[in-house]
């Protein structure tokens, strides 16, 4: 099995920043995608942030320029920095996996998710 541990989720002041965290644990053979998705009240899951293996990233448009999405391959850890925040920014963040648990067998994980509010 795999869990991913989310941590950081705090409430904050508009402007302020933050930074996320994501552990994952198990039996992992390595790490494919890993990413950071949102959900606010009444609204759908969305993407905010994607980083691969390599270290490519992927941004939604609403974040870029403000959030840093990285990654720790030896710790199996992926980070979202999030700075210039703002009311729009309040959501609970989920984190995702894409694992490769054997060299035929991949699947998708995610984390409990952690509550970001930013106070205006």
């Known amino acids: 099995q795999v869990q991913l541990v989310e941590s950081g989720g705090a409430s904050v002041q508009a402007g302020g920043s933050l930074r996320l965290s994501c552990a994952a644990s198990?039996?992992?053979?390595?790490?494919?995608?890993m990413g950071w998705y949102r959900q606010a009240p009444g609204k759908q899951r969305e993407l905010v942030a994607t980083?691969?293996?390599?270290?490519?990233?992927n941004y939604a448009d609403s974040v870029k320029g403000r959030f840093t999405i990285s990654r720790d391959n030896a710790k199996n850890t992926v980070y979202l920095q999030m700075n210039s925040l703002n009311a729009e920014d309040t959501a609970v963040y989920y984190c995702?996996?894409?694992?490769?648990?054997?060299?035929?067998?991949?699947?998708?994980?995610w984390g409990q998710g952690t509550q970001v509010t930013v106070l205006s």
């Open positions: 995702n996996a894409n694992v490769q648990l054997r060299v035929w067998s991949r699947n998708d994980y």
């Open positions: 198990g039996s992992i053979l390595s790490i494919n995608t």
């Open positions: 980083i691969t293996s390599g270290g490519s990233t």
